[in-house]
């Protein structure tokens, strides 16, 4: 039975391969990527090992960190593989014991389980000088691989049942982003004080030495330096962490097999909402689902999120070098990323697009809502984020350099991106999935769209880039109010022309747009 | 006025190697309940697809009322609506809204529009639940829900794909009255469906697809011939086992 289990995750695996050819490019570059990390990282523990006081803590660490980002990242944030879900089960009538050890094997099974693997093993070579050592670390290092994964199916076994209601999912991602995105500005302040950091590492390295995290890697160094006392302690902790993990794990799968999934509370939304607000007209509809998609669907909260964050992280940024002229780009930059957001709707819609197929509403109107949906939402944060940094940083000159600017980059992103939207779609995450969860082997070509489509929104925003620096450099107010002028101007020819010709191509291409967002389900 | 709801001349479309619908011509009066039967994989929502606008046929054209819906989309669209099967609704709204927005992006003005909402959520027994979000509903509930959004600007031609599929009898019942009604006032529907009892009594013409082929098609009493629809659809389709079937799935 077991070996069915695992034969049956082999051919996922192999038939999730299969699907496309783009989505095996994408995880064969993306493996190769893991795979140069995985290489250097090795290298930089072998080039350590004559380092004899670090390498113990250093390895410690390095596990620990394993461990946890196993026991952290796919339960809580990108979401496992939940195609051998205990749940699945339920008809077949297998033991439970059985089912469970064929389920926690087949989480072995994996192309990130199979990197982390060669990485354990490649960070053991720190041990290289001593043979007996490295032996003994390269055992350890799979008793950590197997501690990772082990804790890493517990978690997730117990953070389904929460995921499975919508509010709590939805709730939980935003507080994660936020952490994720708050991580490079406390990391930067951390940085700055790295004397002090190792101060405080080396103890923390003692304590995690006797949890589930650390407790394998420490092995191997206390056999190098003969502590033959802690090595017997760790080791027993460590196999006892294991042995107990596994008999949760078991029980777990097995309450799992007989706990129905949990019922929703159905949400709702009392009358119309937007829809009473928006004219009542073709576009004013589309504009008004738009908005309330902005605020109710998770994909999109992401980008709404990342407004009041990026001045957030930009200060903190600036904060370490004391420079705070970064501020004065946030104008700009929420224009262009708040407008290039858009690009992405059609792929959003999923096949709730064939609503606006079957209904015939023009691509006009249909590009129109959703500008006119995204500029409502930013209009006001962008004009606040262009005019404040000047003012409160008392250089009243700034302002309308800043602000023609801002516009004239956040109008012209929406009228390129009006345009891609209607001829690119990408596997996005889909309606109530997890917004982090990318489907796999996107990168190349969403990579390469993006990047035509920035490239373009450089291109078009040249001629109000030439009086804004102009302004900037000499500090010329008069080179301000002509980036107002330019960027106003030009960024109304493009947002026209973009709903234009992006309407054209919506309305040639609606039913291969439907056929692209089928695919993506 | 047109005599014929829908005319489909020589669609074809071919995916890769297999050929989903192959060089089918079908003639749907005005006026009619025309059922669509064919068994699972036969191209049934394949050929409702090119016929709607949601898949560019390979060859062929569609007449709806008689506007060809590839070369005059915009116009063809305006006196059809459309149940499609297999895909989203934009379930983040609640049920009034999702009715409301097809409404207005149909170009219905307001009063009209919010009229017409209440009255389909009340015919679909949904009124209670009209202000939920869809992502919340049942099956057969997004259904009902998705036929009304196909109703609201009272298309001459309704075009439903398995619109029973996982609705209960007691809303199905409702659904056929208003169906039956909405036939009675002059509009015409074509249902595809796989169950034929529900046909045979429900429709005025059938049309039997099999394998992307158009096998049989004209009024109900024309195609059965005599017999059940069932057993006719059966003689036409083929495929029935012999009676030497699972030997061993006896359970005394």
Not at chain 1, 325 to 350: E, K, W
Request: charged share 15%; aromatic share 8%; glycine share 10%.
């Amino acid at each position: 039975m077991v070996a069915y289990i695992l034969k049956l995750k082999l051919r996922l695996l192999a038939n999730g391969f299969k699907r496309s050819p783009w989505q095996l490019a994408g995880v064969i570059i993306g493996g190769l990527y893991a795979l140069g990390m995985v290489v250097m990282l090795s290298l930089a523990m072998w080039f350590s090992a004559d380092n004899l006081e670090a390498r113990g803590w250093v390895s410690v660490l390095v596990g620990s960190v394993i461990v946890l980002g196993w026991a952290v990242i796919p339960p809580m944030i990108t979401g496992v593989d939940l195609t051998l879900e205990p749940q699945r089960f339920v008809h077949f009538g297998i033991e439970a014991k059985t089912l469970a050890r064929g389920l926690i094997l087949a989480g072995f099974i994996s192309v990130p389980a199979f990197l982390t693997m060669l990485a354990v093993l490649g960070f053991s070579t720190i041990w290289r000088l001593d043979p007996l050592a490295l032996i003994v670390g390269l055992l350890c290092a799979i008793g950590t691989w197997v501690m990772a994964i082990l804790l890493c199916q517990y978690l997730t076994i117990m953070a389904t049942a929460l995921r499975a209601k919508r509010r709590f999912r939805e709730l939980s991602f935003g507080v994660l982003f936020l952490l994720l995105i708050s991580l490079g500005p406390i990391i930067t302040t951390i940085a700055t004080n790295v004397e002090s950091i190792f101060d405080l590492l080396i103890p923390a390295t003692k304590v995690l030495a006797f949890t589930p995290l650390g407790a394998f890697a420490a092995v191997p160094n206390d056999f190098a330096t003969g502590q033959f006392a802690a090595l017997g302690l760790h080791l027993a902790l460590a196999l006892v962490y294991l042995a107990g993990l596994y008999l949760l794990l078991t029980r777990a799968t097995g309450k799992a097999t007989v706990t129905p999934p949990a019922a929703q509370r159905a949400s709702s939304a009392k009358g119309l909402g937007f829809f009473k607000i928006t004219p009542a007209t073709p576009s004013g509809a589309v504009a008004a689902r738009a908005l309330t998609y902005w605020f109710k669907d998770p994909r999109y909260a992401l980008s709404v999120i990342m407004v009041p964050m990026l001045p957030i992280i930009f200060y903190f940024a600036s904060g370490t070098t004391g420079n705070y002229s970064m501020m004065l780009l946030l104008g700009p930059l929420i224009g262009i990323l708040m407008g290039f957001s858009i690009s992405a709707d059609v792929s959003y819609d999923n096949t709730a697009f064939a609503l606006h197929v079957l209904t015939g509403v023009t691509g006009k109107d249909d590009r129109l809502g959703r500008v006119l949906a995204c500029f409502a939402l930013v209009i006001v944060p962008l004009i606040l984020a262009a005019v404040l940094p000047a003012s409160l940083t008392g250089q009243p000159w700034r302002i309308p350099g800043d602000l023609g600017m801002s516009l004239g980059a956040f109008l012209i992103a929406l009228g390129v991106a009006s345009i891609a939207s209607a001829r690119y779609t990408y596997a996005v995450p889909l309606p109530g999935d997890n917004p982090m969860k990318t489907p796999p082997g996107n990168g190349a070509r969403v990579a390469l769209t993006q990047l035509a489509t920035f490239g373009i929104m450089g291109v078009l925003l040249i001629p109000t880039l030439v009086p804004y620096i102009f302004g900037w450099v000499t500090q010329s107010m008069l080179a301000g109010y002509i980036t107002v002028a330019v960027g106003l101007i030009t960024g109304s020819i493009m947002l026209f022309l973009g709903i234009r010709i992006g309407g054209k191509t919506m309305d040639a291409r609606q039913p291969e747009l439907m056929q692209a967002v089928l695919v993506n389900r | 006025m047109n005599s014929m709801a829908l005319e489909i001349r020589n669609l074809a479309k071919q995916f890769g190697d297999k050929v989903a619908v192959n060089n089918v011509s079908l003639q749907v009066p005005a006026k009619s309940f025309y059922g669509l039967v064919g068994p699972n994989g036969a191209g049934k929502t394949t050929m409702l697809s090119m016929a709607t606008g949601l898949l560019r046929p390979d060859q062929g054209s569609a007449l709806v009322n008689g506007v060809d819906i590839w070369a005059e989309p915009h116009t063809a669209k305006r006196t059809l609506g459309v149940l499609a099967d297999g895909v989203r609704q934009f379930d983040r709204l609640t049920g009034r809204q999702l009715v409301t927005y097809a409404g207005l992006l149909r170009g219905m003005d307001r009063e009209e529009v919010t009229t017409r909402t209440e009255d389909l959520l009340r015919v679909m027994d949904l009124s209670a639940d009209g202000d939920k979000l869809v992502v919340d509903y049942s099956a057969g509930m997004t259904k009902k829900i998705s036929l009304a959004t196909a109703m609201i600007h009272s298309p001459k031609l309704l075009v439903l794909d398995e619109p029973f599929e996982a609705v209960d009898p007691v809303s199905a019942a409702n659904i056929r009255d208003i169906l039956n009604d909405y036939v009675a006032f002059g509009g015409t529907v074509i249902v595809s469906s796989h169950v034929m009892d529900l046909v045979q009594r429900m429709c005025s013409h059938v049309a039997v697809i099999d394998g992307g082929v158009l096998k049989a098609s004209g009024t109900v009493d024309e195609v059965r011939d005599g017999m059940s629809l069932e057993d006719r659809f059966v003689d036409l389709v083929g495929g029935r086992g012999t009676s030497e079937g699972l030997s061993w799935l006896r359970t005394s």
